[in-house]
């Protein structure tokens, strides 16, 4: 084993050992910490044929967020934002450097940030889906030292809210050509929150992107055939030329 100042064989590095087949020949290692942190090294054992590294880990010091199992949003109007906020612990003994990651419906803040052992934190997770449905998701806990052992599942059940036109059709009367008629019709909201509403040709979000691509289809097309006749055109009046 090489030097270290908190790693030491209790006999000597050089010492040549014979171990019969199925026998054990124990290995005695002295370790002297400095400071509470981790600490590394490699114990190597050389034979006739191979040579055996030996990691030696000594971990020190962590920092534990008690952050829950589980997070339940129960229902929540569809492309509304819920959130909840979690008082969040250091239980450990060591300062924690932490991150926080979720995937889309889910969002948190503060995403970063540094926690003394001993103190308490607020953490606001969001919940805000854009389509009906169960959602599932997960709050990982990444820390400097380099795990990621915490995970909270995340749970929410978007709904639609109940609003909504007050009739399905409307009939207008005849009118005379160039002359114009009017009717009424409502936009009730019958939900406890405030709905706010916009009108759209399409009913879903991927109805407008679906339109927008075939709108870009059409636009490429109609600029391909535009570059086709100019390129005719240079060929035609080249050849005039000759």
């Known amino acids: 084993m090489g030097s270290s100042p908190y790693f030491q064989l209790t006999c000597s590095s050089d010492v040549f050992r014979v171990v019969p087949p ?10 002297s ?10 114990l190597v054992c050389v034979t006739e ?6 990691p ?3 971990i020190g010091a962590r920092a534990i967020l008690d952050f829950p199992a589980q997070l339940d949003f129960s229902k929540c109007p569809v492309k509304c934002s819920t959130q909840k906020t979690l008082l969040v612990c250091n239980v450990g003994t060591q300062a924690a450097r932490y991150q926080l990651c979720t995937q889309s419906p889910f969002s948190m803040s503060p995403a970063i940030g540094i926690l003394d052992a001993g103190d308490t934190m607020q953490v606001t997770v969001g919940f805000h889906p854009l389509t009906t449905g169960d959602h599932c998701g997960s709050l990982a806990v990444c820390c400097s030292t380099g795990e ?3 995970h909270t599942n995340l749970h929410g059940d978007a709904v639609e809210v109940n609003a909504g036109l007050s009739t399905n059709s409307v009939e207008l009367e005849k009118t005379f050509i160039t002359m114009s008629s009017h009717k009424t019709m409502f936009i009730e909201n019958r939900s406890n929150i405030t ?4 009108w759209k040709a399409f009913p879903t979000e991927k109805g407008e992107i679906e339109e927008k691509r075939r709108h870009c289809r059409f636009l490429w097309t ?12 240079k060929r035609n009046r080249k050849g005039e030329g000759l």
Request: proline share 4%.
């Open 33 to 42: 910490p400095g400071e509470n942190k981790d600490y590394s090294h490699e």
């Open 56 to 58: 030696i880990r000594a």
């Open 195 to 198: 709905a706010h509403l916009q």
């Open 222 to 233: 109609q600029r391909e055939l535009w570059l086709e006749k100019i390129n005719r055109g």
């Open 148 to 150: 990621e052992n915490i």
């Open 49 to 54: 044929r191979e040579r055996i590294v030996v």
């Open 22 to 31: 199925g026998a054990s020949a124990p290995v005695r290692i002295r370790f």
